[in-house]
């Protein structure tokens, strides 16, 4: 579905991202990312997105070269694409119904599908009583549980998750990785993105370890059993 083919990645002012990453990711899966700080993990994301470009070497979304794309179909490729950060990015004016249903009026959803579908969507995590809360009303696990309702709505095939668990603490963690988990069993693939070697145990599927622009490690034993 996803795939790096010897892709590096310099930045203008010299600072080298990336270096000659292969990798595929396959449709339904669960891939954790791991790796300190500067090892080039969000820049891996944004190549994704095709927010940069690599240097050299291909990325591609369903096998097509993502960066010969014109603006329309960068932002299909974006809807495809579910994004949450580790600041939350959640609107603060508006409750946790009206963040999401912003992002489905953003989509062209009708106000009937709003209607119905956010009430699911803030129960599939764990937010039904917190529909009419604010953000600064929500404890962080909350707001985070939020932001992946929000990333989710429109159902994209992709959910990229980038340091979410940053700012949690760890019963929170555990809260937004069973979620994720639970995500991922209803078909989306995901990508989780983080710093933190404690949290890869809980995550349990395929682990990718980057240091210093490269993967070091790919433990794939989750992909060969399915
Ligand atoms: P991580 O997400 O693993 O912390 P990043 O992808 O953010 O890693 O960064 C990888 C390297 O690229 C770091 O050395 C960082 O300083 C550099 N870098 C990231 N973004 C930029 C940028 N916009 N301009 C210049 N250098 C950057």
């Given at each position: 579905m996803i795939k790096f083919v010897n892709v590096s990645k310099a930045y203008p002012n010299g600072s080298v991202a990336l270096e000659d990453v292969n990798l595929e990711i396959e449709k339904g899966e669960f891939v954790t990312i791991v790796g300190p700080s500067g090892a080039g993990k969000t820049t891996l994301n944004k190549l994704m997105l095709a927010e940069e470009e690599p240097t050299e070497g291909t990325v591609l979304f369903e096998n097509t070269d993502i960066n010969t794309f014109n603006n329309?179909?960068?932002?299909?490729?974006r809807r495809r694409?579910?994004?949450?950060?580790?600041?939350f990015r959640l609107l603060p004016n508006k409750t946790a119904y009206e963040n999401i249903a912003f992002a489905m009026e953003a989509a062209g959803k009708s106000d009937?599908?709003?209607v119905s579908d956010v009430p699911h969507v803030l129960q599939l995590v764990d937010l039904a009583d917190r529909m009419f809360h604010f953000p600064n009303q929500l404890s962080g696990?909350?707001?985070?549980?939020?932001?992946?309702?929000?990333?989710?709505?429109?159902?994209?095939?992709v959910l990229i998750a980038d340091e979410p668990t940053g700012n949690l603490d760890m019963h929170n963690t555990s809260e937004v990785i069973e979620i994720l988990k639970k995500i991922n069993d209803l078909g989306t693939t995901v990508v989780l993105t983080t710093h933190?070697?404690?949290l890869i145990k809980a995550v349990g599927q395929r682990i990718i370890s980057m240091e210093r622009g490269?993967?070091?490690?790919?433990?794939?034993?989750?992909?060969?059993?399915?």
């Open positions: 329309a179909q960068t932002t299909r490729l694409i579910g994004m949450v950060f580790q600041e009937e599908e709003i696990g909350e707001k985070q549980r939020l932001a992946i309702a929000r990333a989710i709505i429109n159902q994209p095939e933190d070697q404690q490269r993967i070091v490690g790919d433990d794939n034993k989750a992909r060969t059993t399915v």
